[in-house]
Each structure stands twice: as structure tokens, then as C-alpha cells.
């Protein structure tokens, strides 16, 4: 049974733009991790969170705001691969092991990482994350926005 979210959190002002699902970076894992983009609607900054772990396990389905991963992977350069622990900081609430590696496959899904070929638990920054989050703030139409609460991803009503 899947890993959903913590319904005792409250809710964030986010704008959902889309969902997505991502597969987990260790090829004999079973399932996939599911994933929200939002953007706050007071500061318009675009965040990310894991909602759902399709073969369980935990993780934090806190909002990360882009800025906040921005600035973790902002120090590396280009060419050199790195492992999912630099994501470690970007979360706040949740101290699973597995968010680093989880929040990595996301954005993996998202073209701003990409594997290295020594090992697929190494990362290659190939995206350009302002562009990527600039993308992400222009997604935002009023036919793609839905309101979440941290309880739910349906719309609010």
C-alpha cells in the first residue's frame, strides 16, 4: 500500500500546476514516487514535494521551495557527478534517509539532473535550474491551477 501524506500538517497557500510521477533510482526498487509542482500564491515562488511512495517506506511530503534547491546545487559545477546526500538540507520536517534520494529522482524526471554512468546513484547537474523554475512559475494558468492543503491533492473547494 502506498505511502501517502501526513494529514496533521497545515496547509501551505500553494497552486498546484502539475503532478507527475517519477521512478526510483535504484533499478530493483519497485514503484514509482509520485510528485506535485506548486507555486506559492503570495510569493509566486514555485515548490516540489514527494506525495506518494507506491511501494511504501517513508519520506517527507513537505513543500520544498526551488530557490532552497537552487541554492544546494548551486555550488557544483557541471561536470563533476555527486550523490543524493547534497539534498539532504533542502529538507526541513522529514529525516527519512530516503528524501535525498527521492527529491533526486524528481528531479531527475524533470530534466534538471541526469545520471552519471559510473553509478545510477550518481547525479549529473544537466538542467538549468533558473530556467527550470522560471518555467515552472509560467506553467501557472488558471486552467491548470488547483489549490492544495497538505491533508489532500484534490482541489480545494
Known amino acids: 500500500m502506498p505511502k501517502q501524506q501526513n494529514p496533521e500538517k497545515p496547509a501551505l497557500p500553494i497552486d ?4 507527475g510521477s517519477a521512478p526510483k533510482l535504484n533499478p530493483q526498487a519497485k514503484g514509482e514516487l509520485a510528485y506535485e ?4 500564491v503570495e510569493t509566486k515562488h514555485p515548490h516540489v514535494r514527494i506525495t506518494s511512495n507506491e511501494s511504501g ?6 513543500w520544498i521551495p526551488v530557490d532552497t534547491i537552487e541554492k544546494c546545487l548551486a555550488g557544483l559545477p557541471k561536470a563533476s557527478s555527486f550523490s543524493s546526500t547534497v539534498l539532504r538540507p533542502v529538507f526541513v520536517e522529514g529525516k527519512s534517509a530516503n528524501n535525498a534520494g527521492f527529491l533526486a529522482a524528481v528531479l531527475r524526471k524533470e530534466q534538471v539532473l541526469g545520471p552519471d554512468d559510473s553509478s545510477v546513484f550518481k547525479h ?15 506553467d501557472q494558468s488558471p486552467k491548470t491551477v488547483k489549490r492544495t492543503a497538505a491533508s489532500s491533492s484534490e482541489p480545494a473547494t
Open 124 to 138: 549529473l547537474l544537466i538542467g538549468n535550474v533558473a530556467k527550470w523554475k522560471k518555467t515552472l512559475s509560467a
Open 37 to 40: 509542482i506548486g507555486v506559492h
Open 16 to 19: 498546484l500546476v502539475r503532478k
Open 57 to 62: 517506506g517513508y519520506f517527507s511530503d513537505e
